[in-house]
Each structure stands twice: as C-alpha cells, then as structure tokens.
C-alpha cells in the first residue's frame, strides 16, 4: 500500500509493562490477557492518516529485560519516534524511567519525539503512580504525556497518532531532512519528495519486514 | 479467519492452525501461509524420517568403532541399561507425578530424559568421547578443580563440537592406532569419514521431531557430562525453604560467582522475574501446563543458580 511517509518507531520501557500489548491494540484493535514474551525485537505496522495524507507507521517492539538492553540500544539508530512505557501499577517501572530515557537521548537522532505512556490505566484501584507525576516527568524532559490502557484501548490510537502528528509537524516544519532516512522518516510513492527527493534505491534497514 | 466452513467444532479447528506441529503459536499473519504450506511441511518431515531411520538402521563399520576402538568406553556401552541408569535424575526428580500427567495429558507432550536407543549409540559415544578428552584437557591445562562446571570448559567443548566433523575425527579416539581400526586401517578409516559426512548432512537437513530428545541427548554427550545430583542440589535451596538462604552451595564455590551482586539474594531477584515471566512464556503451549511450567520454573532456576553472571534471562 502507497504511503506519503513512513513513519519508524520504536517502543521502549521495562519488561511487562505492555508494549506489547499497546501495539497490539493499535494495530489489530484486540487485548491478549497473556502475551508471549518478547525475545529481542518484533514488529508491527498501520497505516494512519494525518492531514489527509496515507502514513505507515512501522512500529519496533522491544524486550524490556535488563539482558537486552545492548540489542534495543542498536534499535533507537533511525527511529522517528519513541514510546516510552510505564505502568502506573508499578513503581519500579516508573523510576526507571531516567535511565530509559538516557539510553535514548544517546542513541537516538536529537529529534526523535518521545511520548510517554502511563499504561494499565484500567488498573486505577491499584495505581501507584500519579497522574500528576507522570505529567511533571513528561514536562522536565520534553515528553508528550498520556495514560493509556492497551486493555480497554483507551488513549491507544491517541498516543500512536499524536506522536505521528508531531513528527508530521515537525517535518513541515524543516525540522527534518526527509531524505536523510537516519531521521526514522521514509518519503513513499505518493509523498511529497524532499528537497532532494525520496530515495527508494537506499532501502532502510527495516527493508520490507513488515509490509 | 473469515467464516469457518467447519462449523461444527470450531475450537478444534482454531487450535489445529493456530499452533505449529512443534506446538508454538503461529501468528495471525502467518496462519494462512501455515495452512498452504502444511502438507509440504509434513511431506519434509516424513522425507527427513524416512532418511534417519535408513541411516541408524544401517550397519555400519564405522558405528562398531567407538566401542571397540577405546577400551574406556567398553563398559558404557556394553551394559545397554547404563544410559537410562544415569540419565533420569535429570529434571523430573523432584516431582515425578507432575510430569506423568503432563504426559499422559498431551498431544506434543515435553521429551523427558529418555533412553538413547541403541542406533544412536556412535553418536553418543563420539561426543562422550569429545567432552571427556575437553575436560581432561582443560584440568590438566589449568589444574583447575571446579573446570567441570565452569563457563570457559562449557563454550570449549561447545566450539569443539562445532569443528567440522572430518577434521575432528582423529581426535576422537578413532585413530588408526586403535585396536579395532589396525585389522584395516584404511577401509574404517574411510567409512568412518563417510559415515560422518552423512550425519554432518543429515543434520544440516534437520532433525526429525521424533529423533530431537534423544539426538540432542546424544550430541551433548549427556553421559559424560552429568555429574550427580547437580541439578538437585542447585534446587536445594527451594525444597528447604525455612534455612535455604544459608544454602548457597554451588554459587558458593566462586567458580563464577564475579557477578557484582553477593550470592545470598541473588537467585531471588531472578525469583520475581521468573514468575511474571512463566505464564507469558508460550502461552498455551500444551507442554506448558502446570506441571511443565513447574518444570521450566526449576530449570531456570537452577540454571540461574549455575550461571549467576548470565542469571535468568527471557
């Protein structure tokens, strides 16, 4: 399917958090109780519209174990955007957040745009983590800030697609060299070429994993 | 996906194309490639059985060798009821019922420690034979007296084995200086070579379902590395619960113990994450049922416990 762009995401936070469910309800609008684990890196992908124009969001879940901190750290390289994840149910997964986000501002390109998402927000009785805290991270470092819920989709297709919305703006703004694919950001088809054009021949290295 | 035309029993359908003939889900996505692609699947494996058996049925010149050709492995291979003899105390001693009904329950049932048959025996005995001449190696080389168990000897033995397979030959014993080559030096030696280059072949073509426990026994050289009551004593700390915290035993011997946390709590902050991660790993695997994932909760577990510096890892 044609797209204006393509959009590289990556998603980041502690093990069992529920990357993998959140892109689950995004992309296939459906909640596994009991999700397999993830093993190094997986995959998924949408096509969203933003003013009108057909993006592919390319999405790359991560492992959230400690052990493969090395292998995600080589995954922030070209992505455009980033959700980092919480649970609001559990601390721990909260105050971690600074060394997720050190990883990130090392590893990713200076204007990959982060969001950050208090998951399991179905879980109020058991919250653990305020909303008020989770805002006033998101404002010291940058972050655009929702609680979402990967269980009842709640703020789901929110986080994904405001995320895109600022990297969309981001690119009207200039803010982005679109032919320069280390930004996460792949002009398509039916795109607006860049200044110097979308490239197909320099296929990134996602290459055709997910279409 | 779409309208199920056998309606009549549509959980079993779901199942049947959901899970692989390994019992792992297939994805969404992948469930009609999965479906065109079966009989082709089923086809291969039938080929692959049909290629092993021919090979393990075969007699072969060259599977006498082992036995006669090194005097030390005589005694193993003569009592037919000594693998299974030292084998079994493997994962299910702890609670033998548990894996009975995981057995008896399922369909892709968890290949307990079983019997090497006999025709696997040459593969067995060569890889016996690898792994003893790798830790007398490495002993004497290091005179080291906890070698057995440490990181480096493991990864040697594991690099050894993957030499190509004609290279090592002369180091397994089967040089023409052995008594049971001499009678015609040149003849073994070649079909041992043979032999060895079809197994190397067959290998590469994959491993029929059928064959893996006992395959994977045979090449990791099982008898020869099993040193008794390791793995219960690794799990000693769980079964005595009240004073286990005292019993670090193996972590204790500092073999490998250089990970920055000291050993006491160690295992126990492996202990949560193995927990949250057991009823997410393979979900709705049919091994996976409680008594399987009490078993995989003691092997990770203790493998935590004999590789701290690796731990438990997903």
């Given at each position: 399917m044609s797209y204006a762009y393509l959009f590289k995401y990556i998603i980041i936070g502690d093990t069992g958090v529920g990357k993998s469910c959140l892109l689950l309800q995004f992309t296939d609008k459906r909640f596994q109780p009991v999700h397999d684990l993830t093993i190094g890196v997986e995959f998924g992908a949408r096509m969203i519209t933003i003013d009108n124009k057909p993006i592919k969001l390319q999405i790359w879940d991560t492992a959230g174990q400690e052990s493969f901190r090395s292998i995600t750290r080589?995954?922030?390289?070209?992505?455009?955007?980033?959700?980092?994840v919480y649970d609001i149910t559990r601390r721990e997964t909260f105050n971690h957040l600074a060394s997720w986000l050190e990883d990130a501002r090392q590893?990713?390109?200076?204007n990959m745009t982060i969001m950050l998402i208090g998951n399991k927000s179905d879980l109020a009785h058991r919250r653990a983590v305020s909303t008020e805290e989770g805002e006033q991270f998101a404002k010291e470092n940058g972050l655009i800030f929702m609680e979402a819920s990967a269980k009842t989709a709640q703020n789901v297709e929110e986080a994904f697609i405001n995320t895109a919305g600022t990297i969309y703006k981001k690119i009207q703004d200039g803010v982005f060299d679109v032919s320069n694919e280390s930004y996460g950001i792949k002009v398509g088809y039916g795109g607006i070429p860049g200044p110097s054009g979308g490239k197909d021949g320099s296929a990134s290295q996602a290459g055709g994993c997910c279409s | 996906m779409k309208a199920k035309p056998q309606i009549l029993n549509p959980p079993l359908v779901a199942f049947e194309h959901k899970r692989d003939a390994y019992g792992f889900a297939v994805r969404p996505q992948h469930v009609q490639r999965y479906r065109e692609y079966a009989t082709i699947y089923k086809e291969e494996e039938e080929e692959r059985s049909d290629r092993w058996k021919d090979f393990l049925e075969r007699p072969s010149e060259f599977v006498q060798l082992p036995v006669n050709g090194s005097p030390s492995e005589e005694p193993k291979v003569a009592s037919p009821d000594d693998g299974s003899e030292k084998i079994p105390e493997g994962d299910d001693l702890n609670e033998p019922e548990a894996h009975e009904d995981e057995v008896s329950k399922t369909t892709h049932r968890a290949q307990i420690w079983a019997q090497i048959r006999p025709s696997l025996r040459a593969i067995e005995d060569m890889m016996n034979a690898r792994v003893k001449k790798k830790i007398s190696a490495t002993k004497t080389e290091q005179d080291v007296e906890a070698g057995e168990d440490s990181e480096d000897e493991f990864y040697d033995v594991e690099r050894s084995e993957s030499d190509p397979i004609p290279e090592v030959l002369s180091s397994?014993?089967?040089?023409?200086?052995?008594p049971g080559v001499a009678s015609n030096p040149a003849v073994s030696l070649e079909s041992s070579i043979l032999w060895k280059q079809e197994l190397e072949f067959l290998v590469q073509g994959g491993v029929p379902m059928a064959l893996r426990g006992e395959l994977w026994q045979a090449f990791v050289g099982v008898k020869s590395r099993h040193v008794k009551n390791y793995y219960q004593n690794l799990l000693l700390p769980d079964n005595k619960?009240?004073?286990?915290?005292?019993?670090q035993k193996s972590d204790g011997d500092e073999a490998n113990n250089k990970s920055t946390l000291d050993s006491v709590d160690v295992p126990e902050k492996w202990k949560l994450q193995i927990e949250k991660d057991l009823p997410r790993t393979f979900p709705g695997h049919p091994a996976l049922d409680e008594g399987g994932r009490n078993a995989l909760r003691r092997l990770l577990t203790a493998y935590a416990r004999h590789n701290p510096s690796v731990g438990y890892c997903q």
């Amino acid at each position: 399917m044609s797209y204006a762009y393509l959009f590289k995401y990556i998603i980041i936070g502690d093990t069992g958090v529920g990357k993998s469910c959140l892109l689950l309800q995004f992309t296939d609008k459906r909640f596994q109780p009991v999700h397999d684990l993830t093993i190094g890196v997986e995959f998924g992908a949408r096509m969203i519209t933003i003013d009108n124009k057909p993006i592919k969001l390319q999405i790359w879940d991560t492992a959230g174990q400690e052990s493969f901190r090395s292998i995600t750290r080589s995954y922030y390289r070209g992505a455009a955007g980033a959700l980092l994840v919480y649970d609001i149910t559990r601390r721990e997964t909260f105050n971690h957040l600074a060394s997720w986000l050190e990883d990130a501002r090392q590893h990713a390109n200076a204007n990959m745009t982060i969001m950050l998402i208090g998951n399991k927000s179905d879980l109020a009785h058991r919250r653990a983590v305020s909303t008020e805290e989770g805002e006033q991270f998101a404002k010291e470092n940058g972050l655009i800030f929702m609680e979402a819920s990967a269980k009842t989709a709640q703020n789901v297709e929110e986080a994904f697609i405001n995320t895109a919305g600022t990297i969309y703006k981001k690119i009207q703004d200039g803010v982005f060299d679109v032919s320069n694919e280390s930004y996460g950001i792949k002009v398509g088809y039916g795109g607006i070429p860049g200044p110097s054009g979308g490239k197909d021949g320099s296929a990134s290295q996602a290459g055709g994993c997910c279409s | 996906m779409k309208a199920k035309p056998q309606i009549l029993n549509p959980p079993l359908v779901a199942f049947e194309h959901k899970r692989d003939a390994y019992g792992f889900a297939v994805r969404p996505q992948h469930v009609q490639r999965y479906r065109e692609y079966a009989t082709i699947y089923k086809e291969e494996e039938e080929e692959r059985s049909d290629r092993w058996k021919d090979f393990l049925e075969r007699p072969s010149e060259f599977v006498q060798l082992p036995v006669n050709g090194s005097p030390s492995e005589e005694p193993k291979v003569a009592s037919p009821d000594d693998g299974s003899e030292k084998i079994p105390e493997g994962d299910d001693l702890n609670e033998p019922e548990a894996h009975e009904d995981e057995v008896s329950k399922t369909t892709h049932r968890a290949q307990i420690w079983a019997q090497i048959r006999p025709s696997l025996r040459a593969i067995e005995d060569m890889m016996n034979a690898r792994v003893k001449k790798k830790i007398s190696a490495t002993k004497t080389e290091q005179d080291v007296e906890a070698g057995e168990d440490s990181e480096d000897e493991f990864y040697d033995v594991e690099r050894s084995e993957s030499d190509p397979i004609p290279e090592v030959l002369s180091s397994d014993g089967v040089s023409v200086a052995t008594p049971g080559v001499a009678s015609n030096p040149a003849v073994s030696l070649e079909s041992s070579i043979l032999w060895k280059q079809e197994l190397e072949f067959l290998v590469q073509g994959g491993v029929p379902m059928a064959l893996r426990g006992e395959l994977w026994q045979a090449f990791v050289g099982v008898k020869s590395r099993h040193v008794k009551n390791y793995y219960q004593n690794l799990l000693l700390p769980d079964n005595k619960k009240e004073n286990g915290v005292d019993h670090q035993k193996s972590d204790g011997d500092e073999a490998n113990n250089k990970s920055t946390l000291d050993s006491v709590d160690v295992p126990e902050k492996w202990k949560l994450q193995i927990e949250k991660d057991l009823p997410r790993t393979f979900p709705g695997h049919p091994a996976l049922d409680e008594g399987g994932r009490n078993a995989l909760r003691r092997l990770l577990t203790a493998y935590a416990r004999h590789n701290p510096s690796v731990g438990y890892c997903q």
